[in-house]
């Protein structure tokens, strides 16, 4: 079973960084693809990032690309978002999420999510 938990929000000032790790206490990562996606305030879930169950293959959201890098070691069945340049509106729920089939960046591909962790970037 697949039990996503999220970690490393918080405030950061503008151009500042952040690291989001998501660890799977099912120990079964490493079988999925996995995604990220945001949601802020009054608006959808969107995607941000995605990274193939080997890591070989990433898709990023345009409005993150060169500023954010997904990663994961599937010996630790953990996957990291590393967020550079942030922007205040980057501030958002950011979920962790596991899936395998369709597309990479579609919610609707994925099966398991975790619970969130806030991120706030102060101006």
């Known amino acids: 079973q697949v039990q996503l938990v999220e970690s490393g929000g918080g405030l950061v000032q503008a151009g500042g960084s952040l690291r989001l790790s998501c660890a799977d206490s099912?120990?079964?990562?490493?079988?999925?693809?996995m995604g990220w996606f945001r949601q802020a305030p009054g608006k959808e879930r969107e995607f941000v990032a995605a990274?193939?169950?080997?890591?070989?293959?990433?898709y990023y959201a345009d409005s993150v690309k060169a500023r954010f890098t997904i990663s994961r070691n599937n010996a630790k069945n953990t996957v990291y978002l590393q967020m550079n340049s942030l922007k205040p509106e980057d501030t958002a729920v950011y979920y962790c999420?596991?899936?395998?089939?369709?597309?990479?960046?579609?919610?609707?591909?994925?099966?398991?999510w975790g619970q969130g962790t806030q991120v706030t970037v102060s101006s």
């Open positions: 099912g120990r079964t990562v490493s079988n999925y693809h």
């Open positions: 999420a596991a899936g395998n089939r369709g597309d990479y960046r579609d919610l609707r591909s994925y099966d398991y």
């Open positions: 990274i193939s169950w080997s890591g070989s293959v990433t």
